[in-house]
């Protein structure tokens, strides 16, 4: 695909080319550092994993969607761990849920990869996925904890697993991050991160309302490269921000999905994305020029058509 | 302009078509999600049975209870100071990411402060259990008499000697050692009044295979049925027996014996006995005559 592609002329540095990305992966990783310094170093920062932790004997932080389970498995859990989630879903309620996904789940790092090298490879073999089924498997998750009052999706969530599993031992647990490595790369685009994970899904639900946004402002000077949607692990959410001008849609990416990755800003020769609020969401030039109202959203399946037709 | 229509027409067909397709989808979706939902619901039943070897931490809820109460993080892991708990990975036949420990390698070492209960954020660790006392982890069971050196006459007493709480959750009782004839032996007893389950004594036991084992209390208990009462102690806590007692016994003997019940069988009484020469002559031969002869 990206071989077929006519090659974009970027006279942008290489750093602006790759710095969200580079912040990102930096972030993971320094996140993991952290949790790693304890066992490695002996400097216990912060204690714990994902799911539960403590910094600096002072501040808890849990996921706020494993204590959901766990609230409906019938546990009154205690307090130490219901500020800890508050505190989790204030923080990705008001930066964007997903950005959980991009910034901090390591099990991004796996898909990520495996994405970049089905691109390498050329590798087309897509099952394709409903995008809805994570919702559907977030409820199924939620439902199955109240019938077996059990922490139900702990018990395969790849995500605890990778992450707890470095800090605490793996085991077995790096065949499941293979499988799921080996699925995305030749099984299904994206399948876990965009499709299957509920936790993803969870997190898009709780910053459906967040403030920092990636707005495409500077969308009159897109020359539909289609390089964004190229790296977009979501392509369905830039669509009406970058297109929707006629229909008086705004330039901010307001779809839930968006894990505030930045890829797109890197990616984009023109600049026309950048990070900022949801707030001012008007159409700079003419609202009133607005369209019929019918959104302009691109089919996903025409990326799919094309992609494999290219 | 015909081409125009003929398009038009295409996309109301191909509406259609994406309408079939869209519900085709769902449902495929559906019963994907509701396979996978019926196959972790299944699996998670299949695995949370929990190995007889395999201790919580202490103050533990209850096994099924605690499986919707951990979340995994392991804090209790990270505050216990003799690495005493482990957190499980799929390798393990323990549930995944949850904390437990083997007696026989590191057993609990029952610190005052209770570090591991203190770290649970979420009370799967019940904040109730202040003195680690008051925990119980499992019950220490002596489970094979046959090779516990105690039960062959011998002085071994390990087991006794670690425990955390001597004389209180395990201690010796005494009983005669029927193979010399002439020693005694001393029985490590475990009372689960007062056994934490910290597996201590599992840990030191000399034996290659520990002859103490420490096992969920589920296991190692019997359970008295609430109708039950020892006699002997509501006597004494009545003061006098409850029931009524056995009217005396009464044998049916010949008039003048008595019945020895250490194997000399009938006794004559000593008053019916006939004195053979009394003093007086006469009274014999009166009482001879007074026999109806």
Not at chain 1, 70 to 84: E, R, V, Y
Not at chain 1, 216 to 222: G, H, P, Q, T, Y
Not at chain 1, 248 to 277: A, L, M, Q, W
Not at chain 2, 182 to 200: E, L, N, Q, R, Y
Request: glycine letters at 8%.
């Amino acid at each position: 695909m990206s071989k077929s592609r006519i090659e974009v002329i970027d006279n942008r540095s290489w750093w602006l080319q790759n710095r969200w990305l580079l912040l990102r992966r930096t972030t993971q990783i320094s996140i993991l550092a952290l949790f790693l310094l304890g066992p490695l170093a002996g400097i216990w920062i912060i204690k714990g994993n994902l799911n539960s932790s403590l910094t600096l004997d002072f501040l808890p932080l849990t996921d706020p969607f494993v204590l959901l389970q766990s609230w409906l498995a019938d546990h009154q859990f205690g307090t130490t761990a219901a500020i800890g989630a508050l505190i989790v879903a204030a923080f990705y309620f008001l930066i964007g849920g997903r950005a959980y996904c991009g910034w901090v789940c390591p099990v991004n790092i796996v898909t990520d990869t495996a994405y970049w090298a089905r691109r390498r490879l050329g590798l087309r073999g897509n099952t394709k996925l409903h995008r809805h089924t994570r919702y559907w498997l977030l409820a199924a998750s939620l439902l199955l904890s109240a019938i077996t009052g059990y922490v139900a999706w702990e018990w395969i969530n790849p995500v605890s697993i990778l992450h707890r599993g470095i800090i605490f031992g793996m085991g077995s647990g790096w065949f499941l991050i293979l499988g799921i490595f080996l699925f995305d790369l030749a099984v299904s685009k994206r399948g876990w991160c965009s499709h299957l994970c509920p936790m993803g899904a969870f997190y898009s639900l709780l910053g459906s309302h967040s403030t920092i946004r990636i707005r495409a402002d500077n969308r009159d000077a897109c020359d539909k490269c289609m390089d964004c949607f190229e790296v977009c692990p979501e392509p369905l959410v830039i669509s009406p921000a970058l297109f929707g001008k006629k229909d008086g849609i705004g330039p901010v990416i307001n779809e839930i999905n968006c894990t505030n990755c930045g890829r797109c800003i890197d990616v984009c020769s023109k600049e026309v994305f950048h990070f900022g609020t949801r707030f001012d969401n008007k159409d700079p030039i003419s609202p009133e020029k607005a369209g019929d109202g019918n959104l302009t959203r691109l089919n996903p399946d025409q990326f799919e058509h094309k992609e494999a037709t290219t | 302009m015909t081409e125009g229509r003929d398009s038009k027409k295409k996309r109301t067909g191909s509406g259609k078509a994406s309408r079939r397709r869209f519900i085709s989808d769902t449902a495929k979706m559906g019963c994907g999600v509701l396979l996978a939902g019926l196959g972790l619901g299944a699996y998670t039943r299949k695995t949370s049975a929990l190995p007889v070897q395999a201790l919580r931490p202490p103050g533990a809820l209850p096994e099924n209870d605690f499986l919707g109460a951990c979340i995994r993080c392991g804090l209790c892991v990270r505050d216990c100071p003799f690495d005493t708990l482990k957190l499980a990975t799929l390798n393990d036949d323990v549930v995944i990411g949850t904390p437990y420990f083997t007696a026989r390698d590191i057993p609990c070492e029952m610190c005052d402060d209770v570090p591991c209960v203190a770290a649970c954020p979420t009370g799967a660790l019940d904040p109730a259990i202040t003195d680690i006392d008051d925990s119980r982890m499992g019950l220490a069971v002596l489970i094979d008499e046959e090779t516990c050196l105690n039960f062959q006459g011998l002085r071994c007493d390990v087991c006794y000697r670690q425990c955390p709480l001597i004389e209180k959750a395990i201690t010796l009782e005494l009983r005669h050692n029927q193979r010399s004839g002439m020693h005694t032996m001393f029985i490590p007893t475990v009372h689960s009044d007062a056994c934490t389950g910290c597996g201590k004594c599992e840990q030191v036991c000399v034996l290659p295979e520990a002859a103490i084992k420490v096992l969920p209390i589920a296991v190692a208990k019997g359970m008295s049925a609430d109708h039950y009462r020892w006699g002997w102690e509501e006597k004494q806590e009545a003061g006098g027996s409850l029931v009524t007692p056995d009217p005396k016994h009464q044998y049916n003997l010949p008039e003048g014996v008595d019945y020895d019940l250490q194997g000399e069988g009938l006794i004559p009484k000593k008053q019916s006995i006939p004195e053979p020469f009394p003093e007086d002559p006469l009274k014999s031969l009166n009482q001879g005559s007074g026999d109806g002869l």
